[in-house]
Protein backbone atom coordinates (compact mmCIF):
# COMPACT_ATOMS: atom_id res chain seq x y z
CA UNK A 1 0.00 0.00 0.00
CA UNK A 2 1.38 3.64 -0.98
CA UNK A 3 1.38 5.96 1.83
CA UNK A 4 0.46 9.81 0.56
CA UNK A 5 3.10 12.35 2.38
CA UNK A 6 1.66 15.95 3.23
CA UNK A 7 4.06 19.02 2.98
CA UNK A 8 5.25 20.46 6.52
CA UNK A 9 5.02 23.83 4.14
CA UNK A 10 2.57 26.59 4.08
CA UNK A 11 -0.47 26.77 1.51
CA UNK A 12 -1.31 30.00 -0.74
CA UNK A 13 -3.77 30.86 1.82
CA UNK A 14 -2.23 30.82 4.41
CA UNK A 15 0.50 32.73 3.03
CA UNK A 16 -1.75 35.17 2.05
CA UNK A 17 -3.04 35.26 5.23
CA UNK A 18 -0.30 35.97 7.22
CA UNK A 19 0.97 38.42 5.13
CA UNK A 20 -2.38 40.76 5.71
CA UNK A 21 -1.90 40.20 9.34
CA UNK A 22 1.70 41.22 9.56
CA UNK A 23 0.88 44.20 7.28
CA UNK A 24 -2.16 45.46 9.22
CA UNK A 25 -0.38 44.63 12.63
CA UNK A 26 2.69 46.70 11.08
CA UNK A 27 0.20 49.61 9.29
CA UNK A 28 -1.28 50.13 13.39
CA UNK A 29 2.16 50.18 14.67
CA UNK A 30 3.05 53.00 12.48
CA UNK A 31 -0.05 54.72 13.18
CA UNK A 32 0.06 54.68 16.74
CA UNK A 33 4.06 55.39 17.08
CA UNK A 34 3.22 58.63 14.40
CA UNK A 35 -0.13 59.77 16.58
CA UNK A 36 2.30 59.78 19.79
CA UNK A 37 5.40 61.77 18.20
CA UNK A 38 3.11 64.67 17.25
CA UNK A 39 1.06 64.48 19.94
CA UNK A 40 4.00 64.46 22.46
CA UNK A 41 5.67 67.41 19.95
CA UNK A 42 2.42 70.10 20.60
CA UNK A 43 2.28 68.80 24.43
CA UNK A 44 6.13 69.95 24.75
CA UNK A 45 5.92 73.09 22.60
CA UNK A 46 2.25 74.16 24.71
CA UNK A 47 4.48 73.30 27.63
CA UNK A 48 7.47 74.99 26.58
CA UNK A 49 5.18 78.26 25.92
CA UNK A 50 3.39 78.35 29.06
CA UNK A 51 6.61 78.26 31.27
CA UNK A 52 7.50 81.18 28.95
CA UNK A 53 4.81 83.04 29.22
CA UNK A 54 4.37 82.35 32.88
CA UNK A 55 7.82 83.89 33.57
CA UNK A 56 6.98 86.62 31.22
CA UNK A 57 3.68 87.46 32.90
CA UNK A 58 5.67 87.24 36.62
CA UNK A 59 8.42 89.81 35.28
CA UNK A 60 5.61 92.20 34.24
CA UNK A 61 3.82 91.81 37.66
CA UNK A 62 6.87 93.04 39.53
CA UNK A 63 7.57 95.83 37.39
CA UNK A 64 3.74 97.20 37.93
CA UNK A 65 4.28 96.47 41.33
CA UNK A 66 7.13 98.95 41.23
CA UNK A 67 5.36 101.80 39.82
CA UNK A 68 6.66 104.97 41.35
CA UNK A 69 7.15 108.45 40.03
CA UNK A 70 9.23 109.39 37.22
CA UNK A 71 12.60 110.66 37.38
CA UNK A 72 11.24 113.97 36.64
CA UNK A 73 8.27 113.89 39.10
CA UNK A 74 6.13 112.82 36.89
CA UNK A 75 3.14 111.01 38.17
CA UNK A 76 3.36 106.75 38.02
CA UNK A 77 0.40 105.98 35.50
CA UNK A 78 1.58 107.31 32.07
CA UNK A 79 -1.51 105.69 30.07
CA UNK A 80 -4.08 102.67 30.32
CA UNK A 81 -5.47 100.31 27.79
CA UNK A 82 -7.13 96.97 27.41
CA UNK A 83 -3.89 95.54 25.97
CA UNK A 84 -1.28 98.56 26.49
CA UNK A 85 0.15 99.75 29.87
CA UNK A 86 3.09 102.35 30.40
CA UNK A 87 4.07 103.32 33.56
CA UNK A 88 7.37 104.66 35.38
CA UNK A 89 9.13 101.77 37.44
CA UNK A 90 12.78 101.17 38.71
CA UNK A 91 13.06 97.99 37.37
CA UNK A 92 17.03 97.54 36.40
CA UNK A 93 18.79 98.70 39.52
CA UNK A 94 20.27 101.95 38.46
CA UNK A 95 20.10 105.44 39.78
CA UNK A 96 17.07 106.43 37.13
CA UNK A 97 13.33 105.99 37.21
CA UNK A 98 12.33 104.25 33.69
CA UNK A 99 9.14 104.76 31.87
CA UNK A 100 7.95 100.71 30.60
CA UNK A 101 5.72 100.10 27.96
CA UNK A 102 3.67 96.83 28.17
CA UNK A 103 1.79 95.74 25.14
CA UNK A 104 0.68 93.50 22.92
CA UNK A 105 1.61 92.96 19.38
CA UNK A 106 0.10 90.37 17.08
CA UNK A 107 1.09 87.34 19.41
CA UNK A 108 3.44 88.70 21.65
CA UNK A 109 3.94 90.34 24.63
CA UNK A 110 6.29 92.93 24.37
CA UNK A 111 8.10 95.57 27.26
CA UNK A 112 9.57 98.82 25.84
CA UNK A 113 11.14 100.69 27.97
CA UNK A 114 13.24 104.39 27.77
CA UNK A 115 15.82 105.53 30.17
CA UNK A 116 15.44 108.84 31.92
CA UNK A 117 18.23 111.50 29.99
CA UNK A 118 19.36 114.73 31.26
CA UNK A 119 18.80 116.95 34.10
CA UNK A 120 16.10 117.17 34.51
CA UNK A 121 14.95 114.28 33.44
CA UNK A 122 13.12 113.89 29.99
CA UNK A 123 12.04 110.87 28.54
CA UNK A 124 12.26 111.35 24.86
CA UNK A 125 14.71 108.76 23.44
CA UNK A 126 13.19 105.42 21.68
CA UNK A 127 12.11 102.76 23.70
CA UNK A 128 14.36 99.83 23.70
CA UNK A 129 11.99 96.86 23.43
CA UNK A 130 12.13 93.39 24.09
CA UNK A 131 9.94 90.07 24.12
CA UNK A 132 7.89 88.70 27.13
CA UNK A 133 5.93 86.24 25.67
CA UNK A 134 5.23 84.71 22.44
CA UNK A 135 1.86 82.66 21.26
CA UNK A 136 -0.38 84.89 23.02
CA UNK A 137 -3.77 84.63 21.96
CA UNK A 138 -5.72 88.26 23.83
CA UNK A 139 -6.19 89.68 20.48
CA UNK A 140 -7.92 86.59 18.53
CA UNK A 141 -9.64 85.57 21.65
CA UNK A 142 -10.75 89.35 22.38
CA UNK A 143 -9.87 89.12 25.46
CA UNK A 144 -8.16 92.46 27.48
CA UNK A 145 -4.93 91.94 28.98
CA UNK A 146 -5.17 94.53 31.59
CA UNK A 147 -7.68 95.09 33.89
CA UNK A 148 -7.47 98.37 36.37
CA UNK A 149 -9.11 98.73 39.85
CA UNK A 150 -9.61 101.46 42.35
CA UNK A 151 -8.53 101.84 45.85
CA UNK A 152 -12.31 100.35 46.65
CA UNK A 153 -11.69 97.02 44.20
CA UNK A 154 -14.16 99.15 41.67
CA UNK A 155 -13.38 98.24 38.10
CA UNK A 156 -12.00 101.66 36.50
CA UNK A 157 -13.39 101.41 33.00
CA UNK A 158 -12.69 105.20 31.72
CA UNK A 159 -8.76 104.50 30.90
CA UNK A 160 -8.69 108.54 31.12
CA UNK A 161 -8.65 107.60 35.09
CA UNK A 162 -5.40 107.36 35.46
CA UNK A 163 -5.07 108.69 39.10
CA UNK A 164 -8.03 106.46 40.27
CA UNK A 165 -6.14 103.23 39.82
CA UNK A 166 -4.31 101.80 42.26
CA UNK A 167 -4.10 97.51 41.48
CA UNK A 168 -4.06 95.93 37.62
CA UNK A 169 -4.76 92.06 36.67
CA UNK A 170 -3.11 90.73 33.66
CA UNK A 171 -4.56 87.63 32.32
CA UNK A 172 -2.55 86.35 29.55
CA UNK A 173 -4.23 83.79 27.18
CA UNK A 174 -1.35 81.28 25.34
CA UNK A 175 -1.57 78.34 23.05
CA UNK A 176 0.87 77.35 20.47
CA UNK A 177 -1.53 76.14 17.83
CA UNK A 178 -5.17 77.49 17.99
CA UNK A 179 -6.55 75.19 15.47
CA UNK A 180 -6.22 72.45 17.82
CA UNK A 181 -7.75 71.84 21.21
CA UNK A 182 -7.57 72.50 23.90
CA UNK A 183 -8.36 75.87 24.48
CA UNK A 184 -6.04 78.43 25.13
CA UNK A 185 -4.18 78.51 28.67
CA UNK A 186 -5.29 81.22 31.10
CA UNK A 187 -2.36 82.73 32.98
CA UNK A 188 -3.58 85.22 35.35
CA UNK A 189 -2.08 87.63 38.04
CA UNK A 190 -2.20 90.69 39.92
CA UNK A 191 -0.31 93.67 41.47
CA UNK A 192 -0.72 96.56 43.90
CA UNK A 193 0.89 99.75 42.98
CA UNK A 194 2.64 99.72 46.22
CA UNK A 195 4.24 103.50 45.72
CA UNK A 196 0.16 104.90 45.15
CA UNK A 197 -1.92 102.56 47.96
CA UNK A 198 -2.70 104.75 50.82
CA UNK A 199 -3.10 107.65 48.00
Known amino acids: MMRTTHGSGMGIIEVVVWISVFISAMLALTTSVLYFYRTSDYAIQQASATASAQRGIDTMIRNVREASYAS?????????????????????????????????????????????????????????????????????????LFTYYDKDGALVSNYAEIGDVRYVSANLL??????????????????????????
Not at 74 to 85: E, H, K, M, T
Not at 106 to 130: F, M, N, R
Open 72 to 144: NGAYPIVSLGANDFRFYAEIDGDVGVEQVHLYLSGEALLKGVIDPTGDPAVYTGAESVSTTSEDVRNIIQSTS
Open 174 to 199: VDVDPNRSPTPLSLRSSAALRNLIGH
